[in-house]
């Protein structure tokens, strides 16, 4: 099939199966296809001109518009959703059944295997800066949310909206223990660690193993765990 990427963790995922798509968005760190503009975005026009067989979107990612617009212009657009952990596996599976993909899912790791010494998980809260200028987290309806819960954790301020902007009295009234700095979609270095080692002692995660689902999820949750634990053991006494 000829299928457009609008999601970057369907291009790296129809990559796996061996069934890369003839053009995606300039996010999907894929500089060997053509680019289609980004995923919030897209050049629906140019999409149109290639004519594709299908097109896959993403609720989480991309906007309703533009699927309305691909849509109008007569394409058949997949639109997945996934907003945790839980909705990779049948999502990927419907994807599969309708590219003709025969795809038979990695089990996730159990809980128990990846939360280390009891002593280091429990009610341990991680703040997870998404932004800077101003400061944004996640909530607790994402992906990202929902495998550090997996993991053992508890995201700070999941009760608030699904991508919430933080105040000064926000960081500075202990509502975490630690926290872990993605690379994506802010790209947080160890430039910044002093920044934000204010708050609370900051560890690196990385980005597209929190943030990035499809068949990368059973391994990027080991990958996830184990910066978990290593944060835990440096910051528990």
Known sequence: MRIVSLVPSVTETLATWGTDPIACTRFCERPDLPHVGGTKNPDVEAIVALGPDLVVTDREENRRQDYDALVAAGLNVEALHIAA???????????????????????????????????????????VPIWRRPYMTIGARTYGASLLRYCGVEVAFADRDAYPTLS??????????????????????????????????????????????????????????????????????
């Not at 952990?85 to 038979?104: C, N, Y």
């Not at 009295?169 to 934000?196: C, K, N, Q």
């Not at 995660?205 to 634990?229: C, E, H, K, M």
């Open 168 to 237: 000064d009295a926000d960081l500075s009234a202990g509502h975490f223990e630690v926290i872990l700095a993605p690379t994506e979609p802010y790209p947080w270095h160890l430039r910044h660690v002093d920044e934000l080692s204010q708050y609370a002692p900051t560890h690196l995660v990385g980005g597209q193993d929190l943030f990035w689902w499809g068949t990368r999820t059973p391994a990027a949750v080991v990958r996830v765990a184990r910066t978990i634990r290593r944060a835990l053991e440096q910051t528990t006494p």
């Open 85 to 127: 952990l839980g909705d990779v596996e049948p999502e990927l599976g419907r994807l599969a059944q309708r590219i003709g993909v025969a795809w038979t899912p990695e089990p996730l790791p159990k809980p128990a295997d990846l939360r280390g010494p009891a002593a280091l998980v429990g009610n341990v809260r991680v703040f």
